[in-house]
């Protein structure tokens, strides 16, 4: 076992079984928030380098061994989370855990086969939960594309509220108008949370002056936000028609939500007997066998005249550059799925539309249940996104009891600064809060901050 630990933590103790892209992307966020880490793979390689760059212990093994799970310490850990290459054995791996130890435990399940069931497989097998990335990536792709105006568009309140984020065009009617301008005199029912200019981030307050330029984050209702993006002069329809290169998981997902929806779909996929695959699981896609980083197969398949085109190969250096050549030549809607988050500031300054990391999708729902886990006992975390690189955190509690934020008038409670109270959902309603508003029992609120780590409503406070 290759060892390096600190010697105080408060932090809950969890194993992660398997340590690609996603095992990595937890590693990094859950040792920042200051657990104890045990990582196990078979890949020696793997476990030295993630023991060295995090203070985290490594066992070389099967995961779903009993005895080196009882090597790990299963019998003393708060959370198992299995996320290798394999479904079956990330299933394995959290079953022999419940059966050894009292923990909770989260397996990664990708195949289709499997994510038709997954409420009976959680129910079965006792899992607290079932993450799927491919999955996870098609519905924050799918969004946008109803959308697709839109650079991000996020979900809260179980569907009752969004988080948009869009950029400031040459001549829009936000250039050089106040925060409290718009709030009063366009559009009272938004409440914009978070604006990027110039690489630094602003929580705004009212004097606040927007740019051509800007990338805003704001929030409201579904109803409300669609006609906000009319009056300031964006399309809000879905896009009519998508292009997707690579015929994977995320592919399918993503097709199969589109086609719900009425979108008309094409995927240009290389293996043959994936395309067979997809054209039974797809019929009303059509499915074209040749190679997607053809610019004359992109031509002759009509990538100039399509609404939306979404590269979704293994390869991020692939998709990066399909990207860049469709903007060359169409005007299309365009989202970019990176899987490696290496030479991020390299990729912010190129021009991809919207960029997708499942990787992060992925460990944020899993840092939000380890968060509520560790601390909640008066409120849970319902939702939890990470903005602008991980800058800004919008987090959504549940209220199930009470403290001393709660029947306080807002304009009462001592917050910290950089932060905002965005809304309160009581009882599916989505409210804007004013200072006379309270938060009460049974509510859930939705805060954006700077600050990280939140993991209680308490958190707001001094």
């Known amino acids: 076992m290759l060892k390096h ?158 988080m948009i984020k869009f950029k400031v065009p040459e001549g829009n009617i936000l250039d050089g108008m106040t925060i409290a301008h718009l709030g009063k005199n366009i559009a009272p029912d938004i409440l914009i949370c978070a604006i990027e200019r110039d690489s630094e981030i602003y929580i705004p307050s009212g004097i606040f002056q927007m740019k051509e330029g800007d990338i805003i984050s704001f929030v409201a209702s579904r109803k409300a936000s669609k006609a906000f993006l009319e009056k300031i002069g964006f399309q809000t329809h879905q896009v009519k028609d998508t292009m997707i290169i690579g015929g994977g998981k995320a592919s399918y997902y993503l097709a199969k939500q589109l086609l719900n929806a009425g979108i008309s779909v094409k995927i240009i996929e290389s293996d043959s007997v994936r395309c067979e695959e997809l054209s039974v699981l797809l019929p009303k896609a059509i499915i074209i066998n040749g190679d997607g980083t053809s610019p004359e197969l992109l031509k002759e398949e009509g990538i100039e005249y399509v609404e939306s085109f979404v590269p979704l190969t293994g390869i991020d250096e692939e998709n990066i550059l399909l990207t860049l050549h469709a903007r060359q030549i169409s005007n299309t809607k365009i989202i970019t799925k990176i899987n490696r988050f290496t030479f991020k500031d390299v990729i912010s300054q190129l021009d991809l539309g919207s960029v997708i990391y499942p990787r992060y999708i992925t460990s944020e729902a899993i840092i939000a249940y380890v968060r509520a886990k560790k601390d909640s006992m008066d409120s849970n975390i319902e939702t939890l996104y990470h903005m602008f690189d991980h800058r800004v955190e919008a987090i959504e509690f549940r209220v199930d009891e009470q403290s001393d934020v709660t029947d306080v008038p807002l304009m009462e409670l001592q917050l910290k600064k950089n932060l905002l109270i965005a809304f309160i959902n009581r009882k599916g309603s989505i409210l804007l809060p004013s200072g006379q508003d309270c938060i009460k029992i049974g509510d859930s609120v939705m805060i954006v901050t700077t600050h990280t780590g939140f993991s209680d409503i308490r958190d707001i406070l001094k």
């Not at 932090?11 to 657990?35: A, D, M, N, P, S």
């Open 5 to 162: 630990k600190s010697p105080a933590n408060l932090g809950l103790h969890i194993i992660i079984v398997g340590c690609g892209k996603v095992g990595e992307t937890l590693v990094e966020q859950l040792c920042k928030e200051g657990h104890d880490i045990t990582v196990i793979d078979k890949n020696y390689r793997r476990i030295q380098e993630l023991a060295n760059m995090y203070d985290v212990m490594g066992l070389v093994g099967n995961g779903a061994s009993y005895s080196v799970q009882m090597e790990a310490g299963i019998e003393d850990t708060d959370l198992i989370i299995a996320v290798t290459g394999s479904d079956e054995l990330n299933l394995l791996c959290c079953t022999v855990a419940k059966r050894v130890g009292n923990c909770a435990a989260i397996a990664r399940v990708c195949t289709p086969d499997y994510s038709e069931e997954i409420g009976y497989l959680r129910e079965k097998l006792g899992l607290a939960m079932i993450i799927n990335p491919e999955y996870e990536a098609a519905k924050v792709a799918s969004r946008i594309l109803y959308l697709p105006t839109a650079l991000e568009v996020n979900s809260f309140a179980h569907g009752q509220a969004e």
